[in-house]
C-alpha cells in the first residue's frame, strides 16, 4: 500500500452549476471510511470525489480506489493532489451514465459516494438495480432524503420502498451545513446500504412491482383504497377485492405498510390492471 505525499494546494472553487458542496470536515470523511470497512484486498469506486478527503483516505486503506468524477478540472488534477496513488484510478465520467459494468472490471465492489442533492435518486437506483451493483454503499444525500431510505413502517415513501427492496439501510450519521464549503442550506445524513443478494420479497416482476408501488403512492396523504384507485385506474371493486384478499385495511394510508406487504399486494394484483409506467 502506498505512502501519500502532501497534496498540491490548489484551492479550488466549487461550481455551483454542478451542484458542488466539498466536504472539508476530517471528522465526518473519517465517518464515513469507517462506515465502508475497506481492506487492502477491496475495490471501492467513489463518485463524486471532488478534491479528494474522502479519497485520500480510501487509497490509504483499500487495495484499488476507481474516482468517478464529473467536473474535468478536478479529475485531471486528484491524482496530484494526493500524491499519484498507484492503486487510483481516476474516470472524467457521469456517474449517470457511466458504464458500471467497467468500473471493477467484474469483480466485487463497494461504493462510497457524496452526491449532488439533484443527481442522489438516479445514481443510487442505477447501482442499485445493476446487475454489476455494489455490495455495499455507503452515500452522503440530503437530510430527508436519508431519512425516507432507513423509515420504517407508519414513516414510508416510495423512496423507501425503493431503497429497502434492494439493500439494508442505516443511518451513519448527520451532517451540518457548516461540514461543506460552501454551506448547502440543508443538512445531510450519511447512510449506509447493505446491498441483498436477494430482493427482500419475492415478486413477479421488478418493474410491476414498483409500478404497482407508484399506484400506491399517487395520493399519499389519501387513504390506501382511493391512492391506489387514483394511481392505477382500478375501478373500487377491483382495488377492495385485492385489499380484502391479503388483509390489508382499505383505510390504512400507504405510508404504514411495510415492504412484506407490499410483496403481498403485488402477489394479489391483477395483471391486466392498467398503471402508470412512469418511473
Avoid at 85 to 91: D, G
Avoid at 99 to 117: H, T
Avoid at 156 to 184: D, E, G, I
Wanted: proline share 7%; net charge positive; aromatic share 4%.
Amino acid at each position: 500500500m502506498s505512502t501519500l505525499t502532501n497534496p498540491t494546494r490548489t484551492r479550488r472553487q466549487p461550481r455551483k452549476s454542478l451542484g458542488q458542496h466539498f466536504l472539508i470536515d476530517p471528522r465526518i470523511a473519517n465517518r464515513i471510511v469507517s462506515a465502508a470497512e475497506p481492506t487492502e484486498t477491496d475495490v471501492v469506486v467513489e463518485v463524486g470525489p471532488g478534491t479528494g478527503i474522502l479519497t485520500r483516505r480510501l487509497v490509504e486503506r483499500s487495495g484499488t480506489v476507481v474516482a468517478v468524477e464529473l467536473d474535468q478540472r478536478l479529475a485531471s488534477e486528484l491524482p496530484g493532489r494526493l500524491g499519484d496513488p498507484p492503486n487510483l484510478t481516476v474516470i472524467n465520467a457521469d456517474a449517470r451514465d457511466v458504464a458500471i459494468s467497467a468500473l471493477s472490471d467484474g469483480a466485487a465492489y463497494k461504493l462510497v459516494a457524496n452526491l449532488p442533492y439533484y443527481a442522489a435518486a438516479p445514481i443510487m437506483r442505477r447501482f442499485l438495480e445493476s446487475e454489476d451493483g455494489p455490495t455495499l454503499m455507503v452515500v452522503m444525500v440530503q437530510r430527508e432524503v436519508g431519512e425516507a431510505m432507513t423509515a420504517k413502517p407508519g414513516r414510508m415513501t416510495l423512496m423507501s420502498v425503493a431503497t429497502q427492496f434492494y439493500a439494508r439501510a442505516s443511518t451513519v450519521t448527520h451532517v451540518p451545513p457548516r461540514a461543506f464549503r460552501p454551506p448547502p442550506k440543508v443538512s445531510s445524513t450519511v447512510v449506509k446500504l447493505d446491498v441483498r443478494t436477494e430482493r427482500s420479497v419475492g415478486v413477479r416482476d421488478d418493474e410491476r412491482f414498483f409500478e404497482l408501488v407508484r399506484a400506491g403512492f399517487a395520493a399519499p396523504r389519501k387513504q390506501l383504497r382511493n391512492s391506489l384507485m387514483q394511481g392505477s385506474g382500478a375501478s373500487a371493486e377491483v382495488v377492495e377485492g385485492v385489499l380484502d384478499q391479503v388483509a390489508i385495511d382499505c383505510k390504512r394510508r400507504p405510508a404504514t405498510l411495510s415492504i412484506e406487504e407490499w410483496g403481498l399486494l403485488d402477489s394479489a394484483w391483477p395483471a391486466d390492471v392498467s398503471r402508470n409506467r412512469d418511473r
